[in-house]
């Protein structure tokens, strides 16, 4: 690796594109698994001082935050660590504005870290993005692009939820499938996100 080169780009967007090769752009990724991918992109960046042999999970946390924090479009959302109680709510998932940045950056960061890009599987994307479009709620939307027709169990249907479900986990569902949604350009499919959030905001937001 050109060290020289490698100093043209940012530990974020190092870190992006660890999450990007991990499938970051349509599932949600667990930090330590981004950290170990970022040590082999670039070690020297994602090192411990003294122990170089080793990932530092403590820089790519630091790295996704930042990316998260953004003050024009979060490039990602996520958490690092757990919920309360003992559900594990770790991972990161790219925005729709993480998506855009990806799509634009990404040629220039591999070519400088010398990796290739991520292996989509095009029938697993293809089967989720069908699976989406052949629920109830979905298939009332597409008949008048609206979701005043659509009840609110068929709404957490679609998210393979029920109205029990936490908020929180609805929303990151939701965040999961725009994200899929954008990368595939299913516009139809983000057009109904998007009237869902207005919809059924004090589900999303209870």
Known sequence: MNMKKVKEITNVEIVLY??????GNTDKVFTEDIALKSFELSSRRFSWRRHSEYPDLESVRIALFDAQKKKVGSLVVGRHGKATGSKVSDGWIFTPEGIVWLEKNKIRIGRILKAGEAVVNRTEVDKKISEYKNTTAYKKFSQGHTC?????????????????TPATILRERMHKIRALATTQKQKDLIQFLDSCNEHFADLLNK
């Open 18 to 23: 660890a999450l990007y090769l991990l499938g």
């Open 148 to 164: 005043y027709g659509v009840e609110a169990h068929e709404f957490t249907d679609f998210l393979d939820a029920s109205l029990d």
